[in-house]
């Protein structure tokens, strides 16, 4: 409720926001970040490094959030060979009706240490 404050975001891998989401809108929550890299669940589960993470409750939070008419809705991927280059007309086809947008991202790892095996090239 401050004055002039346009937008409340959130980043998240969504494992719990399902059950946060109603409280978080109420608070005045108006933009979602989901990082979702795979739609394959052991890939997922994977990324997460948990067991037992229902991939299927991702797209409920997508749906969710569609419902909840939240300003923005986001979805990004981190795009990497050998891992998830091959689900990117997946993403396409999974979100194309839904409110959001999707973004493809490269690979950066955290500590620096490029693997050119891991990032897929540039396209000219």
Known sequence: KLEGLKTIAVTTNGINLTRLLPRLKEAGLNAINISLDTLVPAKFEFIVRRKGTNLSSKATVLILAGMLCLLYLQVNCVVMRGFNEDEVLDFVDFTK??????????????DGKYSCSEILPGQK
């Open 97 to 110: 009706d839904l409110p959001l947008d999707v973004r493809f991202i490269e690979y950066m790892p955290f």
